[in-house]
């Protein structure tokens, strides 16, 4: 049984590397049944295949259960299973900010936030907790307390109403139109919600899930309108300056490098990666002795031995706007008072990714 476990396991990590992905945006489990069956869980169909293809002749093969393949090698078997979603379902975040982590539990690292509206594919269930595949391929836990099960339609149903985005970095939704009420829920920058027309300083909003309540009309603003911007990109950063930062952040209650990019720039409509690493795969690449020709919004990269470890949104003239330590401006000028001389040293280029 070791054997075949040691082969399985060697396939699906040749088939990950094949394929680009990493822990990140693949997930493989490996257990003993008591049956002395190999149970393998996989949340990638083209892994699955792969798996199948690297094991090739030496496996015999035949259909199991519903989404499952029995592979036998060695003459013990392994039930090689692919988790997904019922047909249709989505795990809707209802909370403020809801936490992924990379374990089910609240002790392990926290890899990502989703704010209110977002959405996740849930993979399986571990007690109170869900595997969930996000929007951008990234893999990790959530517990059931921070979201709902809701269908599909509903969701795209309620995206297609929403007409407002929260502006204000952290607002509140209150019972009554009066700020002295009992609050509904908290919300946070970048959340898109229904919302009726002002009256007395107040729009009612309808929040995902069903509630509702009343937000200042000041903490909301209407979804920006054609391509983005990179002023109003800009702006949208430097009005996170002062939010400390938090590793695996990605809202105005906590930010890390990439968490601070992937909102500003969804706040504009672009969706982008969630590591660093991987954001400098988009866009066109701006050397770094051609800087002149970096445009505000530019995104920056940072690292040492050339592998990507940080990023920063560029303001112009070589300064950048940034998750270290803090949400900050730091320059890669030396006659600039803001100057950073360990990250002009590790600066490796730049990307531009809107036009």
């Known amino acids: 049984?070791?054997?075949?476990?040691?082969?399985?396991?060697e396939a699906i990590t040749g088939a990950e590397r094949e394929l680009g992905l990493d822990w990140r945006s693949s997930y493989s489990h490996l257990a003993l049944s008591a049956g002395g069956v190999l149970d393998v869980e996989l949340s990638r169909e083209e892994v699955l295949r792969a798996v199948l293809a690297r094991l090739g002749e030496?496996?015999?093969?035949?259909?199991?259960?519903?989404?499952e393949t029995v592979v036998g090698v060695f003459g013990t078997a392994a039930r090689l299973r692919l988790l997904g979603p019922e047909r249709g379902r989505l795990l809707w975040a209802t909370s403020s900010v809801a936490d992924v982590r990379r374990e089910p539990a609240h002790s392990a690292e926290l890899l990502t936030q989703l704010v209110m509206g977002e959405t996740a594919r849930p993979l399986k269930t571990h007690g109170d907790w869900h595997l969930v595949r996000l929007a951008d391929d990234y893999h990790g836990w959530i517990r059931s307390w921070?979201?709902?099960?809701?269908?599909?339609?509903?969701?795209?149903?309620?995206?297609?109403a929403a007409n407002a985005i929260v502006d204000a970095n952290v607002g509140y939704v209150y019972s009554e139109p009066d700020s002295r009420s009992i609050p509904v829920s908290e919300v946070?920058?970048?959340?898109?919600?229904?919302?009726?027309?002002?009256e007395s300083g107040f729009r009612r909003v309808s929040l995902p899930g069903g509630r509702a309540g009343f937000m200042p009309a000041r903490d909301l603003a209407a979804p920006p309108d054609g391509p983005p911007d990179r002023g109003r990109l800009v702006a949208r950063a430097a009005r996170f300056l002062g939010i400390p930062y938090l590793w695996g952040g990605t809202s105005a209650k906590g930010f890390d490098c990439s968490g601070l990019v992937k909102r500003v720039y969804l706040m504009e409509g672009v969706s982008?990666?969630?590591?660093?690493?991987?954001?400098?795969?988009?866009?066109?690449l701006v050397e770094r002795g051609e800087m002149c020709r970096a445009a505000p919004g530019d995104l920056l990269f940072f690292g040492e031995g050339g592998a990507v470890s940080h990023v920063a949104i560029h303001l112009g003239a070589g300064s950048f706007i940034h998750a270290y330590g803090e949400v900050r401006i730091n320059s890669l000028s030396p006659a600039d008072d803001r100057y950073d001389e360990r990250l002009a040293r590790i600066f490796l280029h730049?990307?531009?990714?809107i036009p």
């Open 146 to 160: 921070y979201v709902r099960d809701a269908e599909e339609r509903a969701v795209e149903s309620y995206a297609a």
């Open 188 to 198: 946070v920058a970048g959340v898109r919600l229904e919302a009726g027309d002002p």
């Open 350 to 353: 730049g990307r531009s990714v």
């Open 1 to 9: 049984m070791e054997d075949l476990r040691k082969l399985v396991a």
């Open 58 to 67: 030496t496996a015999s093969r035949r259909d199991g259960a519903a989404g």
């Open 272 to 284: 982008l990666p969630r590591d660093s690493d991987r954001q400098a795969l988009r866009g066109k």
